[in-house]
């Protein structure tokens, strides 16, 4: 930084003047691509809060889906969640936290917390505890070799299928604040 500019030639009061204005808020709801569409047409796009929202229940949320490919092996989605959950993931998920915080312990490996910023990428088998804030929303791509739709399987925490076996969630370690 040289006399109050940043590299490329923006002030720091230009910076914060971005951050405080939201360029998108005049845009129209975006639209998902849930199946897998490869039409230019159908490239889904703009902030992730314009998509469709439904309830997710399970952490007292709501998720959207943003994309999702004709194969079932990509998701792409966000969520707001509260409370606690255990998960043994069935698939790979990758997720950047866009508000609030989310405590991790990793069975076998590290605790610790994630802000808004800040990711982790979380492979298949991987059992995790998980603590959310009240604000919590993230956004995440979930990856798996096996065709089939993600979603419909319950792969991910956001599908809302706590009850399916595979997903292991341990109702005593289950509530919601």
Not at 46 to 73: C, H
Request: aromatic share 12%; with cysteine.
């Amino acid at each position: 930084m040289k006399d109050g500019q940043l590299e490329g030639k923006v002030t720091e009061r230009e910076l914060q003047f971005c951050w405080l204005t939201d360029p998108f808020k005049d845009m129209a709801p975006s639209v998902p691509n849930t199946t897998g569409s490869e039409s230019p047409s159908g490239v889904p796009y703009g902030p992730y809060t314009s998509f469709p929202w439904e309830p997710l229940p399970e952490y007292s949320g709501e998720k959207s889906v943003m994309f999702r490919s004709a194969d079932g092996k990509v998701v792409a989605a966000a969520a707001k969640k509260t409370g606690t959950a255990t998960l043994t993931y069935p698939c790979d998920e990758f997720f950047f936290v866009t508000d609030g915080w989310v405590k991790l312990n990793v069975h076998g490996g590290d605790h610790f917390v994630l802000t808004k910023g800040e990711f982790v990428y979380l492979k298949k088998g991987t059992t995790v505890d998980f603590t959310f804030s009240p604000c919590f929303l993230n956004v995440a791509v979930f990856m798996d070799n096996e065709p089939n739709d993600p979603i419909q399987r319950g792969w991910d925490h956001l599908a809302g299928a706590c009850s399916r076996p595979h997903l292991q969630r341990a109702p005593a370690q289950f509530s919601v604040a």
